[in-house]
């Protein structure tokens, strides 16, 4: 039996993520990044080098660094015409 692809698939956002983080409120980017914080210490928690982790420092892939670059830039803009 073949099952059909989720409705989700292929599927794209109309508005950038800075405009979708913008248009959330404060407590729920609160609530975002509280989850975020959780998921992370529920990994570490399980991993016996968490310390390490935790300190080690490394250079974005070239990839997430021009997506960062990108955010901060669209940031800046959005901030800009305030």
Excluded: K
């Amino acid at each position: 039996m073949h099952t059909p692809p989720p409705p989700w698939l292929g599927r794209t956002v109309d508005v950038s993520d800075t405009e979708r983080y913008a248009a959330i409120t404060p407590s729920e980017r609160l609530e975002c990044f509280v989850e975020v914080c959780e998921l992370a210490r529920a990994i570490l928690e399980d991993r016996p080098d968490a310390r390490e982790m935790l300190a080690r420092t490394e250079p974005m892939p070239p990839a997430a660094e021009r997506a960062w670059l990108r955010l901060v830039a669209e940031a800046q803009r959005a901030q800009d015409a305030r």
